[in-house]
């Protein structure tokens, strides 16, 4: 797992997202940034390190490089709906 630190220079590089993480940020902000919205679901063992809010298709690519690069799982949230509740 990457050090703090190469989060911090992940953060530094995204153009327009932020990086939530859930010591360092309002409660409201990290849980809306990790709400799952299907009730079968709610209860998950997995909590992410942090989450990303992208604006920017630019956001998203270096996300997905950094998740790649350092072997992380990554979970894609949107604004649709889908299955899984991390829509």
Known sequence: FPPKSSFDELSDSLPTADVIYPSLSRYKSW???????????????????CAVRARSSSDVMLVVKFCAENNLLLSIKSTGHCYSGNC
């Open 31 to 49: 849980s809306d940034a990790t709400a799952l919205h299907n009730q079968r679901l709610e209860k998950s063992e997995h909590t992410p390190y």
